[in-house]
């Protein structure tokens, strides 16, 4: 490898690049002694004189002394030392980089044996970590112990130590283990067995979250039913902690979760309704045709069927068609009231509402049987309830739109935090600092207890009811911006 990038520079020159420079006889070489004994000889400086004269040569390091003197060997010597040795002639003959990196068949082999040897321990470990004690009796009482041996009868320890073999520290015994790698993979591969046999051994308990206590509720997805422990107290809360994903929702569950509970969960399909004359897309968290429709407020009464059946389990794009067997129906037009959105508009002033958009009613198409009996019709019985036109929702803009004295007194009363609670007596809350007997006074109790549980927007009407009367008065940090009082 060494010729394949550069010859050393310490070989003979010029007549054989792979020769070493010869090394002259050891025995003819003079002392150390003797060299220090010509130092002194030719020395002129007194103070080093008696140095030499009195270091005894036990104190000398002879060997760094050695290397502070001598030159460096791998620099070509006397014609320059900065010149590299010539190459050989032949090049093409050098070996490849590559195959020199080759390691040979011995170290491979060698390489190979270590590695099924720490695999081999690893794997002995992992057995001697789950494996029930060698020491207990076998086969008649896997419980037992086996005899201990009479101690009278023992060889004393000091006679089974070797004679004159000083034992390492405890402490040079670990450091030496710590530093094998096979002591580091013998570790990880028990550390992972205890840890998996915890995981499969012990079922997982959810932690009390800000006092809550865990409790066990019934949950059925999609027919799958299990009981698992939650400290969530809604549906909604549950299905976020399970995180079932946007395609599943909440069908049937009680208004707040306590032991015991059941909460059924759906994944939503759509697909086709063909009832009653009227053809609709469905969107539902339903399992079955029979969910599907009671979702929908359809009833089949009498010999009635859909088509797939009722028990059929639905599959996303499934077309499902309502069959009406018997008498006759009719069909009634029901209106469909529209409900109100209200939205924050910047460009109305707080305290006021501006409609935006007008409410229309939908229209839904009852459908109804008559029940006979004895012939005569005695009432009538509503089969579904299918929305023909959807309603609009009336939109209603909120001003937000405040004049920007508000917020600047806000940043100065509170540091802007409009949602601020002082429990101190007398208390001044929110942004703007109310004090809570005046947000009483002015009608804040319309909005919240105390300003800090109003909105930014309410906060400022009963603050421009204050100021309607006194101006920035009220306020000392009015006096501080320099507003006129």
Known sequence: MTRAIKPSPARAEPHDATAWFPVPDASALPSIQALLDAAIATSHDP?????????????????????????????????DAAAWLPLPG?????????DML???AQVRAAVVAEAEAVISDASAAAEAAVAPSPARAEPHDSAS???????ASLEPLAGLSPPNVSRPSRRHRVGATARRPRTWILLTLVVVTVVAGM?????????????VAPIRVSVDLDGAVTTISTTARSAAGLAKQLDVGKLVAVRHAPTRLAP????????????????????????????????????????????????????????????????????????????????????DDPTIPIGEEREIRAGVPGVATVTWRARIENGVEVGQVPLSKVPTTEPVSRVVGRGTSADWHWDALANCESGGRWGTVDGGSPSYDGGLGILRENWVHYGGLQFAPNAGLATREEQIVIAQRIY????WDPWGCARTLHWPI
Do not use: C, N
């Open 47 to 79: 103070v080093l004189d008696a140095a030499l004269d009195t270091m005894p040569l036990d104190e000398i390091d002879l060997v760094a002394l050695e290397a502070l003197v001598s030159l460096t060997p791998a620099r070509a010597e006397p014609h």
């Open 90 to 98: 032949d090049l093409d003959s050098l070996p490849e980089l590559g």
């Open 102 to 104: 080759e390691p040979s």
């Open 145 to 151: 112990w086996l005899p201990l041996p009479d101690p």
């Open 199 to 211: 995981r499969l051994t012990a079922e997982p308990t959810p932690v009390a979250v800000a006092g």
């Open 260 to 343: 015991g509970s059941t909460v059924v969960l759906r994944t939503r399909k759509s697909g086709q309704l063909d009832v009653d004359g009227q053809v609709l897309p469905y969107d539902s968290p339903s399992l079955t045709v029979a969910e599907l429709l009671s979702a929908y407020g359809i009833a089949l009464d009498g010999d009635d069927t859909s088509s797939p059946t009722p028990d059929s389990v639905l599959a996303d794009g499934t077309a499902v068609q309502v069959i009406r067997v018997g008498a006759a129906t009719r069909q009634t037009q029901e209106a469909i009231p529209f409900a109100e959105e209200v939205v």
């Open 468 to 471: 309607d009367q006194y101006g």
